[in-house]
């Protein structure tokens, strides 16, 4: 099992703490004119979603977590589970709305998500950076307004809200960033 000293911590290096995974969210090097110098992180639980506060000293060491990641299609919701396919072997896996909640706005069924597992148990799902979704609910546009930063409510095929340009209508596809939930541009 590899070792990484607390001093080397970077974003996104997940580590085993006391059993629990935890993502590094945000990390900052302190060396104080007086006394020894630390490490301030913010952690994210990457099962629970908790975020912690704590800080370390440089030279502690923590297993590295190993994260595997596969690719699945997304198929259904039965009202209770959000079912994947695994795209290789065919396997199905149910997962509760905690473990998909992250990528439940952006995905309709048979769109391909990347699964997070920790030995093997998923623990989150990851939408595609980019998602071309259909509008089902805005206000009407009207032609040739045009205005530049002037926006609308609009409600995409998922039930996800965001505001779009005064020009997008109804059924039209749309490009959004799913890192940011913000309107790219016309699909």
Same mark, same amino acid.
């Given at each position: ?6 001093? $080397?911590? &970077? ?6 703490? $006391? ?9 900052? /090097?302190?060396?104080?004119g007086?006394?020894a110098?630390?490490? +301030? ?12 506060e ?11 977590? /190993?994260?595997?990641? !596969? ?44 699964? &997070?597992? /920790?030995?093997? !148990? ?23 307004? @045009? ?7 609009? @409600? ?15 059924g039209?596809?749309i490009?959004?960033?799913? +890192?940011t ?7």
């Open positions: 099992m590899s070792m990484i000293m607390a001093g $080397d911590f &970077r974003k996104g290096v997940t580590v085993e703490i $006391d059993g629990q995974v935890w993502s590094i969210a945000d990390f900052q /090097h302190v060396k104080p007086k006394g110098a630390f490490v +301030r992180t913010r952690l994210k639980n990457v099962v629970t979603g908790a975020v912690l704590q800080t370390f000293s440089p030279t502690d060491k923590y297993p590295t977590a /190993h994260i595997e990641t !596969k690719e699945m299609q997304y198929l259904y919701n039965d009202g209770e589970l959000y079912y994947f396919m695994d795209v290789e072997t065919y396997e199905q896996l149910g997962l509760s709305y905690e473990q998909v909640e992250d990528a439940i706005n952006f995905i309709v069924e048979n769109m391909n998500v990347t699964i &997070r597992f /920790h030995r093997e !148990k998923p623990f989150s799902v990851a939408a595609p950076n980019f998602v071309e979704l259909t509008i089902t609910e805005t206000e009407p546009g009207f032609k040739g307004d @045009t205005q530049t930063g002037t926006t609308k409510p609009a @409600t995409v095929e998922t039930g996800y809200k965001l505001n779009v340009p005064l020009f997008i209508n109804e039209e596809k490009r959004i960033d799913t +890192r939930g913000e309107y790219m541009s016309r699909a």
